[in-house]
């Protein structure tokens, strides 16, 4: 099949109900999401990670991009076009390369070619936004990075859970929150189980809100729990909404 789109482009948010994610045994090469890239999660995202290696971050909530671009390839007739038998798509446009517009948020839809900017009415916020509760766990394996209960940029509206148990090596920090995003409601993160010898390891510190973002922005707490496992760095909490009076950080540790 082949598409050929002229004269237009338009922003579309897709959009999904309920997410659930079951990982076991698995490599993840880059960053892992529990939640969408640009489309919208109209409902809650549970992502359980067992034995799996995480090269980069694994987060609970959706990506969105600090800024969405697309390849738009002018008109001029092509030399050629390769046709790839085995997939049945025009994977090659021959010598005619594209130029990278950038969407942008306005109140009519359009283009700048000069800019190099394409216009749409679509709220670009609710890139990636989950609505309802997110739920993380590690159990195992190892993430290279970060653990992030929330989102890269994208925000999420209820509460987050993070648990990080079964010896789970986690590479540089986790955070109950998102990495640029916010969390609406309460925020937990957990590392080890109650009563149960726990080897998992946080070689940097563990966090209760966000990286840059606030949590707890429209209400709740935020709970530390530290039953097992250890911590390299020197533990620091930092609920982001404190200063809104919003959050509790709360630890506890058996």
């Known amino acids: ?7 237009y482009a338009n922003y579309s948010l897709a959009q999904t109900g309920n997410v659930t994610n079951v990982l076991e045994n698995c490599t993840v090469l880059r960053d892992y999401f529990g939640g969408g890239c640009q ?37 001029t007739q092509p030399t050629y076009s390769r046709y790839t038998k ?36 679509v709220n ?19 993430v290279g990075q970060n653990v992030y209960g929330g989102g890269n940029e994208s925000p999420s509206d209820d509460a987050v859970t993070v648990l990080i148990k079964g010896g789970a090596q986690v590479g540089q920090d986790a955070f109950g929150g998102g990495n640029i995003a916010p969390v609406g409601k309460d925020v937990s993160i957990t590392l080890g189980e109650a009563g149960v010898a726990d080897a998992s390891n946080v070689a940097g510190a563990i966090y209760g809100g966000g990286a840059l973002a606030n949590t707890n922005t429209t209400s709740g707490n935020t709970t530390v729990n530290l039953f097992g496992g250890s911590v390299v760095q020197s533990m620091m909490f930092m609920a982001a909404a404190l200063d809104q009076g919003m959050a509790l950080t709360v630890l506890q540790r058996t």
Not at 45 to 68: I, Q
Not at 86 to 91: I, P, V, Y
Not at 124 to 142: H, K, Q, Y
């Open 39 to 75: 489309g919208k999660v109209a409902g809650t995202v549970t992502s359980t990670l067992t034995n799996c290696d995480v090269m980069g971050s694994a987060f609970g909530g959706g990506y969105k991009p600090a800024e969405t671009t697309v390849d738009v390839y002018p008109t």
């Open 124 to 142: 670009m916020s609710e890139s990636g936004r989950v609505t309802g509760a997110i739920s993380i766990t590690v159990n195992g394996g190892s």
């Open 86 to 121: 085995e997939t049945g798509l025009f994977s090659d446009f021959g010598t005619v390369k594209p130029e990278t517009f950038t969407w942008v948020q306005r109140a009519t839809s359009g283009a700048d070619a000069g800019r190099k900017e394409l216009y749409t009415t």
């Open 1 to 7: 099949v082949s598409r050929f789109y002229t004269g």
